[in-house]
């Protein structure tokens, strides 16, 4: 869910390493990025330069 310049990710299952980015404009400036991320543990990020962009997310894999 994106609104404005908060973004909330929230996942299923335990992921590690969550890397947010948009293929627009690689240079966001992000409150946080590489997540370690939780069931039931919605994570609120601040981002600069979003304006509607569309995200992608990966994560480390094993």
């Known amino acids: ?3 404005q310049q908060t973004v909330s ?3 299923e299952r335990p992921t590690k390493g969550v890397w947010l980015t948009a293929e627009q404009n690689p240079d966001l400036l992000w409150s946080d990025n590489m ?3 939780f ?3 919605p994570r609120r ?3 600069s330069g979003l304006r509607g962009q569309t995200l992608h997310a990966d994560w480390l894999h094993s």
Do not use: F, G, K, N
Request: aromatic content about 0%; proline content about 7%.
């Open 1 to 3: 869910m994106v609104s």
């Open 9 to 11: 990710v929230q996942v």
């Open 35 to 37: 997540l370690d991320l």
């Open 39 to 41: 069931p039931d543990q």
């Open 45 to 47: 990020l601040h981002v």
